[in-house]
């Protein structure tokens, strides 16, 4: 594999330890030397993977990744009334506006647990590593992060326990070109929304959807979700809810942080939720969006 390639697995590996450190040593301003001996490379060649990666410096992209990156995005405030327009990204190479749009099972099928339904799957590379991808008749189902002992089928199993899966990338693969295109390729717009469907409760689904509101390189805070959905005392059950969101990336649970500027967790790690906010947050600045 090319470790240059921004879509390697391997290549978002070295940058998640050097994003690791980054996180730890922030404050003292690591050199790019530092930062190289992370990611088990030489410094120029961490510079030229890094920025290809992320379209700005390693030192640039630093500052994406400090708290108060976090405090000023959330005093700004977030418009969570804005389209989902920007759930994706835009520029040569890159998704120009992708639209989600979310179905949810009937209560009887929730309770199912797709029993009776065969989806297909694949595992395929993002600029945020390995990725299993489930769909239902060109529905997207599932998106999980993979760590490398995660076992694929486990995660489809968890969200949806009684479907009977069967391993066919090529069926999926259409779809993960839409989610993650080639960096080195034109991608055109899409014709439609790329669809989800939802296996949660109506509280649930609310609040997905709360997600797919918050624009591509801002910031929510689990009080401003809770209020969005009209239910402002809920900020607890808010946290439970984007915690078990089964599509990762796609209904951007990693914008949500504390609302004292802390990142908080993320259940596919948080050097990978970093690593998303500040490759948008890098990729807003530098105007890559159309």
């Known amino acids: 594999m090319n470790p240059n390639n921004p879509n390697n697995p391997y290549t978002y590996e070295q940058i998640a330890r050097a994003i690791e450190h980054?996180?730890?040593?922030?404050?003292?301003?690591?050199?790019?030397?530092?930062?190289?001996?992370?990611?088990?490379?030489?410094?120029?060649?961490?510079?030229?993977?890094?920025?290809?990666?992320?379209?700005?410096?390693?030192?640039?992209?630093s500052q994406y990744l400090t708290?108060?990156?976090?405090?000023?995005?959330?005093?700004?405030?977030?418009?969570?009334?804005a389209a989902a327009q920007d759930a994706g990204l835009s520029g040569t190479g890159r998704l120009h506006d992708l639209f989600v749009s979310i179905?949810?099972?009937?209560p009887g099928q929730f309770k199912?647990?797709?029993?009776?339904?065969?989806?297909?799957?694949?595992?395929?590379?993002?600029?945020?590593?390995?990725?299993?991808?489930?769909?239902?008749?060109?529905?997207?189902?599932?998106l999980q992060f993979l760590n490398?002992?995660?076992d694929p089928l486990l995660q489809l199993q968890t969200t949806w326990p009684e479907a009977t899966w069967q391993h066919h990338p090529a069926a999926v693969q259409a779809l993960a070109t839409l989610i993650f295109p080639s960096l080195n390729t034109h991608q055109a717009r899409p014709t439609h929304p790329l669809p989800v469907l939802l296996r949660g409760s109506a509280f649930q689904l609310k609040v997905w959807e709360a997600l797919l509101r918050i624009p591509?390189?801002?910031?929510?805070?689990y009080d401003q979700i809770a209020e969005a959905i009209g239910q402002p005392t809920a900020s607890r059950a808010v946290g439970t809810a984007i915690g078990s969101n089964p599509i990762g990336y796609l209904i951007p649970c990693h914008r949500v942080i504390k609302k004292?500027?802390?990142?908080?967790?993320?259940?596919w790690g948080i050097d990978r939720k970093q690593a998303m906010l500040g490759w948008e947050a890098a990729r807003c600045e530098v105007g890559l969006r159309v």
């Not at 030397?33 to 700005?56: D, I, K, P, Y």
């Not at 708290?67 to 009334?81: C, D, I, M, N, S």
């Open 22 to 61: 980054l996180n730890r040593t922030f404050r003292d301003q690591p050199t790019l030397g530092e930062l190289a001996e992370h990611a088990n490379v030489s410094a120029f060649h961490f510079q030229r993977m890094f920025t290809e990666w992320a379209g700005v410096s390693p030192k640039k992209f």
């Open 148 to 150: 490398p002992t995660d």
């Open 260 to 267: 004292t500027g802390l990142f908080g967790g993320y259940r």
């Open 112 to 142: 199912q647990g797709g029993a009776g339904l065969t989806m297909q799957y694949g595992l395929f590379d993002s600029p945020f590593g390995t990725y299993v991808l489930g769909a239902f008749e060109g529905k997207i189902t599932v």
């Open 67 to 81: 708290l108060e990156y976090a405090k000023e995005r959330l005093r700004q405030g977030v418009p969570l009334t």
């Open 103 to 106: 179905e949810g099972v009937t």
């Open 216 to 221: 591509e390189g801002q910031l929510a805070s």
